[in-house]
């Protein structure tokens, strides 16, 4: 059978059967047409019927005359009744245009769904419907035009949330592309031995509407919040940013889109937008346009960038604030040129695993759940092997400056000059003049001891002269070393990402931390 761009001669022979299926909104039955050569569908009017204003617009009651004020009351009721219909029947200017607006955007649904079928062959198939892309019903024994809603991606993503979204509104303009179909493609004669009567269309799996949405509209509503303020004890400033749980999860969604995208070797080169984001069922996301570049290290790190450029707005509470964690990704993301190589390579690999468990995605407890175990893990090296991992992050991440955030915040300073308490962790038990007491130095695994210490003995040194706890949750801990440590406490995971210290020493922590949320 030949495919589209030839004549097409009619073929009486090896009809498949259909398959039987039923869909609400997936199939919509045409009433009959002409036996004209083009299948057209023209748009059905829809007559309102005038209401009728009644006489009797009272039930009288039983054993009793309608009085004078009876019929008064009934006429003016009558008189209120007409003028509501008056009223309904004529539209406002800005319905009508409304209306116009609708009318326009539903013919170019129209225009793109012929678009889309023809992108695809025509011939006969026995079996399914569809078998890996779209095949015309023209040639089976069928009266519906089957579709398969999966089909619509790449270019046509957007055109398969429209008519997902409006399918009761767009399916005539669906029926006229499809009659348009036939017809260009001079299918007419085969059409009729099958039905004098225009196609009926069906979408299988086409998704309920509303669930497919544009981020722009998603972010649009009201309670679809990405941040939230957040209150801590600082004498410095009490408000600050910290993600909602569907913060997270978008961002997340996403970014995990997009790398593994570039794990198949593909790339948009940076050129989407929002418009091309689309958010199904507020737990799945993607980009409808298609990563058709080669995602060459260049290419990568202008898809990282433009992520970050478009959620970066979006991340940031009325008054201008980013979450602590956020601010260090953001900057990531938009300079990762150097952090990335080959689309295969190991060091990408690395980058893509450390940025999908970053700790601006996840939440203050599982932060806060991270570092303590982290830090067991640490005490339960030897001497040695402390002190071979201290020259290794060493190595990587010369003496970071977080010391001098120390005297930013009162809890710091109080745990600071209890500094840090030594003994041989080679044995059993220390005694007690077996331990040594130092001061916190610049390493990044210090870095992690005060950490600890904060999370274990902060609220010690959070109270007031009455002794009156100011902290009021566990998170403000958290919250409170994302504000000023951000930036050094993620230089720290980055570093035993990258010095493969997460597949042995600490691969516990960091498996419990990556699976949480």
Not at 239 to 262: E, M, P, W
Not at 333 to 351: D, I, M, V
Request: net charge positive.
């Amino acid at each position: 059978m030949p495919h589209h761009g030839g004549r097409k001669k009619k073929n009486k022979g090896g009809k498949g059967k259909p398959r039987k299926k039923t869909d609400d909104r997936g199939e919509a039955n045409v009433g009959s047409g002409d036996s004209s050569p083009a299948v057209r569908v023209e748009e059905e009017a829809e007559v309102e019927a005038e209401a009728e204003v009644g006489t009797a617009v009272e039930p009288q009651r039983s054993g009793t005359l309608a009085s004078p004020t009876d019929v008064v009351e009934a006429a003016q009721h009558g008189q209120r009744q007409q003028q509501a219909s008056q009223s309904q029947q004529t539209p406002s200017p800005r319905s009508c245009a409304a209306a116009v607006v609708n009318k326009r955007e539903d013919e170019t649904v129209g225009y793109n769904f012929l678009q889309f079928l023809r992108s695809f062959t025509v011939e006969h198939r026995e079996g399914p419907f569809y078998a890996g892309e779209l095949k015309s019903m023209v040639y089976q024994n069928s009266k519906t035009f089957c579709v398969y809603y999966g089909h619509f991606q790449g270019q046509y993503a957007n055109l398969g949330t429209k008519i997902s979204n409006s399918y009761a509104r767009v399916v005539g303009f669906l029926r006229s592309a499809i009659g348009r179909f036939i017809t260009e493609y001079e299918l007419d004669d085969q059409w009729r031995e099958i039905s004098n009567d225009p196609p009926k269309i069906h979408i299988d799996a086409l998704p309920p509407a509303g669930s497919i949405v544009s981020l722009q509209y998603f972010l649009g509503q009201a309670h679809n919040k990405l941040v939230e303020t957040a209150r801590i004890y600082d004498p410095n400033g009490s408000l600050v940013a910290d993600s909602t749980k569907l913060g997270r999860r978008v961002f997340l969604g996403f970014l995990i889109y997009i790398i593994n995208q570039h794990k198949d070797g593909r790339s948009w080169c940076g050129e989407f937008s929002i418009d091309d984001l689309l958010v199904r069922n507020e737990s799945t996301f993607g980009i409808t346009k298609a990563a058709s570049s080669h995602a060459s290290c260049k290419a990568m790190a202008k898809d990282l960038k433009q992520l970050a450029k478009i959620l970066e707005k979006h991340f940031r509470t009325a008054q201008g604030q980013v979450p602590g964690y956020f601010i260090k990704l953001f900057s990531e993301l938009k300079e990762s040129a150097g952090e990335l190589g080959q689309y295969n390579s190991e060091k990408t690999r690395k980058f893509h695993k450390y940025l999908s468990s970053h700790l601006a995605l996840r939440s203050a407890m599982s932060r806060r759940h991270l570092f303590m175990d982290l830090f067991r893990a640490y005490q339960l090296l030897g001497k040695t092997a402390k002190k071979d991992l201290i020259s290794l992050l060493g190595s990587m991440f010369p003496e970071d400056k977080w010391l001098h955030k120390v005297d930013k915040h009162q809890m710091f300073i109080k745990v600071s000059e209890y500094g840090i308490v030594e003994g041989d962790a080679d044995k059993a038990s220390n005694s007690q003049d077996q331990k040594k007491k130092r001061s916190y130095s610049g390493d990044l695994l210090d870095l992690l001891v005060f950490i600890c210490h904060i999370t274990e003995h902060g609220a010690d040194h959070t109270k007031d002269d009455n002794m009156e706890q100011k902290l009021k949750s566990l998170v403000e801990i958290d919250l409170i070393i994302a504000k000023y440590l951000s930036a050094a406490v993620v230089d720290l995971i980055k570093a035993l990402v990258k010095s493969d210290l997460l597949k042995d020493t600490f691969s516990d922590p960091w498996n419990a931390f990556s699976n949480s949320s």
